[in-house]
């Protein structure tokens, strides 16, 4: 058992503000530390659950920039986990991170089932490759760290270089510097798209 798991069982109980919503934060090897605990914390201290899913085994390498930083432990690998246990999806950034992920087929068929069942996604810096891969950001206004920027617009983004954008289900954001305006945006879009879920679910009965 890795350390942090009473945590889990706070965040759960503390939750039930927030009708229950479980975000899968989507990371690897690579991950730029901050863009993972930051936004995570700031999740959990708005009362969601905020689960770390990966195909790393146990814990993940975490960076900060280019030096390696933290061990992170791992709440659910990818293999045994499904998209439908979740309410919303982060994707954080870090140059490996992303690029190791969008070569895993399942990692990108996660991505995708979100975008596909209407559930709101967020990513920062390099996290936008992943959309990239999963072919869902056409039409759609975004923002990235720089370097993404002509792949985002060949696969029919537009993009616009500002520390937030929001487009129907999807937030992006650039770098570490705008992760305050980044969580601040991220819990109301996810507080929101649980809202709609609940809606929706309600006019089917």
Not at 8 to 27: C, D, P, Q
Not at 129 to 158: H, I, Y
Not at 172 to 188: A, G, V
Request: net charge negative; with cysteine.
């Amino acid at each position: 058992m890795f350390p942090g798991t009473p945590r889990v069982e706070r965040k759960t109980m503390r939750n039930e503000r927030n009708g229950g919503t479980r975000v899968a934060i989507l990371a690897t090897d690579g991950v730029e530390r901050v863009e993972l605990t930051e936004p995570r914390k700031a999740l959990e201290g708005a009362g969601f659950t905020a689960e770390l899913v990966s195909p790393a085994k146990g814990a993940l390498q975490s960076y900060d920039h280019e030096e390696k930083s933290e061990r992170i432990p791992v709440d659910r690998e990818l293999n045994e986990t499904s998209p439908n246990e979740y309410d919303a999806l982060l994707l954080p950034g870090g140059v490996r991170n992303p690029d190791i992920l969008r070569m895993n087929e399942k990692a990108v068929d996660f991505v995708r089932a979100f975008v596909d069942a209407g559930k709101p996604v967020a990513a920062i810096c390099h996290g936008p490759w992943m959309l990239v891969e999963a072919n869902v950001v056409d039409g759609l206004n975004v923002t990235s760290w720089p370097s993404v920027r002509t792949d985002l617009e060949n696969a029919g983004a537009s993009w616009t270089d500002e520390p937030v954008v929001e487009d129907e289900w999807l937030i992006t954001s650039r770098k570490p510097d705008d992760l305050p305006q980044f969580n601040e945006r991220i819990i109301e879009l996810f507080r929101q798209g649980k809202a709609a879920g609940q809606a929706e679910t309600a006019g089917r009965r």
